[in-house]
């Protein structure tokens, strides 16, 4: 069983920064695209940035473009999120997942994820 560990999580002011680290369980994740995706009680969870298997590429939604970098140190097994700029509307849990397929690109699309964490709070105040 794979599993993905986040932190960083935490209450901040509008404008404040964090970086939200998530640890996997085994050195195969270095050969999967990881993501992170954000839930808002109610809706539907949402993509926020992507990351292929080696780190070459990235992705971001149009809303976090700008104030969110993703990033990955293989060799620790780790994705990360510098999220700067933070707004209220970046309020959420935020999840990292692993995607389906080995060497794989990123993906905005869940379901193209089969591992998930477990999520940390992220609450952002006006």
């Known amino acids: 069983q794979v599993q993905l560990v986040e932190s960083g999580g935490g209450s901040v002011q509008a404008g404040g920064s964090l970086r939200l680290s998530c640890a996997a369980s085994?050195?195969?994740?270095?050969?999967?695209?990881m993501g992170w995706f954000r839930q808002v009680p109610g809706k539907e969870r949402e993509f926020v940035a992507g990351?292929?298997?080696?780190?070459?590429?990235?992705y971001y939604a149009d809303s976090v473009k700008g104030r969110f970098t993703i990033s990955r140190d293989n060799a620790k097994n780790t994705v990360y999120l510098q999220m700067n700029s933070l707004k209220p509307e970046d309020t959420a849990v935020y999840y990292c997942?692993?995607?389906?397929?080995?060497?794989?690109?990123?993906?905005?699309?869940?379901?193209?994820?089969?591992?998930w964490g477990q999520g940390t709070q992220v609450t952002v105040s006006s």
């Open positions: 997942a692993r995607g389906r397929r080995r060497f794989g690109d990123y993906d905005s699309r869940a379901n193209e994820y089969d591992y």
């Open positions: 085994g050195r195969a994740s270095s050969i999967y695209a």
């Open positions: 990351i292929n298997w080696n780190g070459g590429n990235t």
